[in-house]
């Protein structure tokens, strides 16, 4: 029994022999594969050196902080140095997976324990990395260099033609703005934009937006210039001179280290330069205006008003360190409603509401320094809204105040004179609502609608003789249907609009003489755009505000109607903005003076293009009835040739002859339809006669 059994031990040892031998077993493990990637590893630099008795507190104080911003640690390593008398001012710190890792690496950067304590944090992994870099530097070959795209192409055309974008549908067309208002299309795209398209401020870029960002284009071919990723983009804006863009995007739930609402970008590089706290969705939009940071004429300062009102604080750009703050802590409730930089000057307005029995007060600084140019108290007011004129020159305050019951609301107007010494205030008090207020771009005039609606009165004044200490009234049109005004970008002439409840009512009026050019009505128009030029405007119907009558007309600036066309789903046209003139203001007052002699070599080439015009269309039509000629002769020659077939067909009779034919008028009489009246019980026959001529042909 014993050697049977050890015989039968050594075959099954044999076969597991032979059977390893030739692939292993069943009983047979995979070898053990050791992790050995540190991806749930990072390094945290920048951590406060301390000794061993407090090495205790700081590992808690650590992993409470990392806690707090949603981080939980598996392990945490300090070493010592060298010494062992403290830490290195860096820690290892392991989580629960990659992703966490991941986040942590990304999210607390910048993290700040304290204030001299910023945190720096690097992935275990690309530590890794940087152990290959060799000690000696080498440099690396030059990038290869390829020509930019010429972003300023459209501004060499020949004609001096402006452009101008229309979207309707998913279609986004870009149109030169030919002679006569004629659009000739340049440039088409479908579903090019997600939401809404926006022109740089001097017409470089075209930002078009997406669920993950902003795209900026540009060129002759529009191509992409870059991109910013900022997910459900809401809101985008340029600084004047196009070197920075904000987007803002609104979270309920933003990181205070790291924030992401509002984003500050380097145009063309794509860099992020900082990120701002911003709004919640739950609070809405009532709370608050867009754009909720403003930029300085020159791109130089950036401002932005607290939640709460209590400061404005500056940034410099492009570091965007905060280097000035507007604020009052000697004044209880001290709450800034509403501030504007001014177009050509660091001027800064803000004003502040009355406090208890302290007044209202607007007031104007210079930044940096927070020097004070001029500041006015105001009573009784219940609200204010700040109006620059487009070069700096003057600020209008409008105000609207209450009587001691509170039960009359009156306006009156603070009109700031900046250039003047001392900045002299004029008051102009009007006892009735004002429904608009717009000042003249490049002059010294601006218009008031003011009175009862639909038909209030507008007035025009003038600055002009401020320095003798008067305000000029210029004219007064009463009982007028307008509600909006719109000023051309060159001044002088100004349309008189009554919009959306108004029904679209135009009128082009003439500042320097006080006369009407032109009236007319664009049914239910919600929008209306000057051209750079001031030589054409544009009036729209959105279907973002109507579902009906979509679509635009362009007008001359007399208010003659040159196009007009219909859209289904008519969006946008926005024209094309142009950068600021290169000629000096002698220059342009060189001109002006010479502007008959410039007026008469546009008129000969403008005479020259309608010759050629009318010229091309005449050779058209020659060239079209040549063709119907020789088409006609073709057909006759083979009708021609076809004569004998007709007769052999017609059992030898000719019938080419019109002449051989006898023509016979028949008219036949027929009952389209009858009715039976229920009523009376009687039946009427209500019989429809068609007189149909019918022609019969016969041969004699």
């Known amino acids: 029994m014993t050697s049977e059994g050890e015989d039968r031990r050594n075959d099954n040892m044999e076969n597991m022999e032979d059977s390893t031998r030739e692939g292993g077993t069943e009983y047979d493990e995979p070898p053990i594969k050791l992790d050995t990637s540190l991806d749930t590893w990072v390094i945290i630099d920048n951590v406060p050196e301390v000794g061993k008795e407090k090495l205790g507190k700081l590992e808690k104080v650590l992993r409470d902080k990392l806690e707090r911003q949603d981080f939980p640690v598996v392990s945490l390593h300090m070493p010592w140095n060298a010494d062992g008398t403290s830490t290195c001012g860096f820690c290892f710190v392991e989580f629960e997976n990659k992703e966490t890792a991941s986040r942590a690496a990304r999210d607390l950067a910048g993290f700040k324990f304290d204030k001299q304590h910023p945190f720096d944090v690097t992935p275990m992994e690309e530590y890794e990395k940087f152990l290959g870099v060799p000690n000696e530097y080498e440099q690396p070959p030059p990038p290869v260099l390829g020509p930019r795209e010429f972003l300023l192409g459209w501004m060499l055309d020949e004609q001096a033609r402006d452009q101008y974008l229309v979207r309707y549908g998913e279609m986004t067309e870009i149109f030169w703005n030919g002679p006569n208002g004629k659009p000739i299309p340049e440039y088409r795209r479908k579903a090019w934009t997600e939401n809404h398209v926006a022109w740089s401020p001097r017409g470089t870029y075209l930002a078009t937006f997406h669920r993950m960002g902003i795209a900026v284009w540009g060129g002759d071919?529009?191509?992409?210039?870059?991109?910013?990723?900022?997910?459900?983009?809401?809101?985008?804006?340029?600084?004047?001179?196009?070197?920075?863009?904000?987007?803002?995007?609104?979270?309920?739930?933003?990181?205070?280290?790291?924030?992401?609402?509002?984003?500050?970008?380097?145009?063309?590089?794509?860099?992020?330069?900082?990120?701002?706290?911003?709004?919640?969705?739950?609070?809405?939009?009532?709370?608050?205006?867009?754009?909720?940071?403003?930029?300085?004429?020159?791109?130089?300062?950036?401002?932005?008003?607290?939640?709460?009102?209590?400061?404005?604080?500056?940034?410099?750009?492009?570091?965007?360190?905060?280097?000035?703050?507007?604020?009052?802590?000697?004044?209880?409730?001290?709450?800034?409603?509403?501030?504007?930089?001014?177009?050509?000057?660091?001027?800064?307005?803000?004003?502040?509401?009355?406090?208890?029995?302290?007044?209202?007060?607007?007031?104007?600084?210079?930044?940096?320094?927070?020097?004070?140019?001029?500041?006015?108290?105001?009573?009784?007011?219940?609200?204010?809204?700040?109006?620059?004129?487009?070069?700096?020159?003057?600020?209008?305050?409008?105000?609207?105040?209450?009587?001691?019951?509170?039960?009359?609301?009156?306006?009156?107007?603070?009109?700031?004179?900046?250039?003047?010494?001392?900045?002299?205030?004029?008051?102009?008090?009007?006892?009735?609502?004002?429904?608009?207020?717009?000042?003249?771009?490049?002059?010294?005039?601006?218009?008031?609608?003011?009175?009862?609606?639909?038909?209030?009165?507008?007035?025009?004044?003038?600055?002009?003789?401020?320095?003798?200490?008067?305000?000029?009234?210029?004219?007064?049109?009463?009982?007028?249907?307008?509600?909006?005004?719109?000023?051309?970008?060159?001044?002088?002439?100004?349309?008189?609009?009554?919009?959306?409840?108004?029904?679209?009512?135009?009128?082009?009026?003439?500042?320097?003489?006080?006369?009407?050019?032109?009236?007319?009505?664009?049914?239910?128009?919600?929008?209306?755009?000057?051209?750079?030029?001031?030589?054409?405007?544009?009036?729209?119907?959105?279907?973002?505000?109507?579902?009906?009558?979509?679509?635009?007309?362009?007008?001359?600036?007399?208010?003659?109607?040159?196009?007009?066309?219909?859209?289904?789903?008519?969006y946008q046209l926005i024209w094309r903005p142009r950068p600021p003139s290169l000629l000096k203001d002698e220059d342009e007052k060189k001109i002006m003076k010479n502007l008959k002699e410039y007026s008469r070599r546009y008129d000969e080439r403008d005479e020259e293009r309608r010759r050629q015009e009318v010229s091309g269309v005449r050779a058209e039509r020659i060239r079209q009835l040549e063709e119907f000629n020789c088409f006609l002769s073709e057909k006759r020659k083979a009708w021609q040739a076809d004569h004998d077939i007709r007769v052999e067909l017609r059992n030898g009779y000719c019938t080419d002859e019109e002449a051989d034919y006898v023509e016979y008028d028949e008219t036949h009489e027929e009952v389209v339809s009858q009715k039976e009246d229920p009523y009376k019980g009687s039946q009427r026959q209500c019989v429809m006669v068609c007189l149909q001529p019918h022609k019969e042909e016969r041969f004699h």
């Not at 071919?221 to 900022?230: A, S, V």
């Not at 500042?511 to 050019?517: I, K, N």
């Open 221 to 570: 071919q529009f191509k992409r210039i870059n991109r910013f990723q900022h997910i459900d983009v809401s809101y985008a804006d340029f600084s004047p001179c196009e070197t920075y863009l904000i987007t803002c995007s609104l979270l309920e739930r933003d990181n205070k280290q790291d924030p992401q609402s509002i984003i500050v970008w380097d145009v063309r590089t794509g860099k992020k330069l900082r990120g701002l706290l911003g709004p919640k969705p739950s609070m809405g939009t009532r709370n608050w205006a867009w754009p909720v940071a403003k930029w300085s004429h020159d791109d130089k300062y950036m401002a932005r008003l607290s939640d709460d009102g209590k400061r404005i604080s500056i940034f410099e750009a492009p570091s965007m360190k905060k280097v000035d703050e507007i604020r009052r802590d000697d004044v209880k409730d001290f709450v800034i409603k509403e501030f504007c930089w001014s177009p050509s000057d660091n001027y800064l307005s803000y004003w502040v509401p009355e406090i208890e029995n302290a007044p209202a007060r607007v007031s104007i600084f210079k930044i940096p320094g927070q020097t004070e140019v001029r500041q006015k108290n105001l009573f009784s007011v219940k609200d204010v809204k700040m109006h620059w004129q487009e070069k700096g020159d003057y600020l209008c305050v409008k105000v609207d105040r209450t009587t001691k019951s509170k039960k009359t609301t009156f306006t009156n107007f603070e009109l700031f004179c900046i250039r003047e010494k001392e900045v002299p205030v004029e008051v102009l008090d009007l006892k009735e609502p004002v429904a608009a207020f717009a000042w003249e771009p490049v002059g010294s005039r601006f218009v008031i609608v003011h009175g009862e609606p639909p038909r209030p009165n507008v007035s025009f004044y003038s600055m002009n003789n401020f320095k003798q200490g008067t305000l000029s009234p210029l004219k007064t049109i009463e009982g007028k249907p307008v509600n909006h005004v719109f000023w051309s970008p060159r001044g002088r002439f100004v349309i008189l609009a009554g919009l959306k409840n108004l029904n679209g009512q135009l009128e082009w009026w003439d500042a320097e003489t006080g006369q009407m050019l032109a009236s007319d009505e664009h049914f239910m128009c919600t929008d209306i755009v000057w051209d750079p030029t001031g030589r054409f405007v544009a009036t729209f119907v959105s279907a973002w505000q109507h579902s009906m009558e979509n679509g635009y007309t362009l007008w001359s600036f007399r208010g003659h109607r040159l196009y007009r066309t219909t859209r289904e789903k008519f």
